[in-house]
T-cell receptor, first 115, second 113 residues
Framework: DAGVIQSPRHEVTEMGQEVTLRCKPI?????LFWYRQTMMQGLELLVY????????DSGMPKDRFSAKMPNASFSTLKIQPSEPRDSAVYFC?????????????FGPGTRLLVL | SQKIEQNSEALNIQEGKTATLTCNYT??????LQWYRQDPGRGPVFLLL?????KEKRKERLKVTFDTTLKQSLFHITASQPADSATYLC????????????FGKGTTLSVSS
């Protein structure tokens, strides 16, 4: 398996622009997670899906962030409008159906810089 | 308040020595705990998992301990090598399904030859 795939790997945009990050989870994994990593805050969970349904989005600023999973093999995280404080590395992770004590498999991340 | 702390941001050791990384937490009751390795420009990679009722877990040169009374996990790398240089993250897993993870900020280990 190719692992979790994310695109783009790098994104530079100007404040106020819309940004869309994409993720393809590992085939057969029911769970998909979006994280944000910064030096100050570390790795923080934004939102996660189970079988394409949002289970918890309490970590996501809902005024400007939105996450979708239209099918089992694709998810997007959209930021509109983007702000400089959104600059971070965004990771997508997936994990298999819950059987207890699952681990998460992370993608390579998207490095976002908002000017 | 709830906190998870890793002992230091950076740890420098010589090749062949044992590296010991610490993860402390307060006000959480994790179901289990995980350790991840993160290399520059890459996502975290799972290394080891230890349950709350396990005292110690080993995998090759890696050893993890978990003391729920002290609210502390220790991560050891024996006979360290320059290739072990990376950032190591501990993660408290708050539910059995593994969907509620709280990550520490990590310790960057540098092993010099």
């Amino acid at each position: 398996d190719a692992g979790v795939i994310q695109s783009p790997r790098h994104e530079v945009t100007e404040m106020g622009q819309e940004v869309t990050l994409r993720c393809k989870p590992i085939s057969g994994h029911d769970y998909l997670f979006w994280y944000r990593q910064t030096m100050m805050q570390g790795l923080e969970l934004l939102v996660y899906f189970n079988n394409k349904a949002v289970m918890d989005d309490s970590g996501m600023p809902k005024d400007r962030f939105s996450a979708k999973m239209p099918n089992a093999s694709f998810s997007t995280l959209k930021i509109q409008p983007s702000e400089p404080r959104d600059s971070a590395v965004y990771f997508c992770a997936s994990s298999p159906p819950a059987g207890g004590m699952e681990t998460q498999y992370f993608g390579p991340g998207t490095r976002l810089l908002v000017l | 308040s709830q906190k998870i702390e890793q002992n230091s941001e950076a740890l420098n050791i010589q090749e062949g020595k044992t590296a010991t990384l610490t993860c402390n937490y307060t006000n959480y009751s994790p179901a289990y705990l995980q350790w991840y390795r993160q290399d520059p420009g890459r996502g975290p990679v799972f290394l080891l998992l230890i349950r709350e009722n396990e005292k110690e877990k080993r995998k090759e040169r890696l050893k993890v301990t978990f003391d729920t009374t002290l609210k502390q996990s220790l991560f050891h790398i024996t006979a360290s090598q320059p290739a072990d240089s990376a950032t190591y993250l501990c993660a408290l897993v708050l539910n059995q399904a593994g969907t509620a993870l709280i990550f520490g900020k990590g310790t960057t280990l540098s092993v010099s030859s």
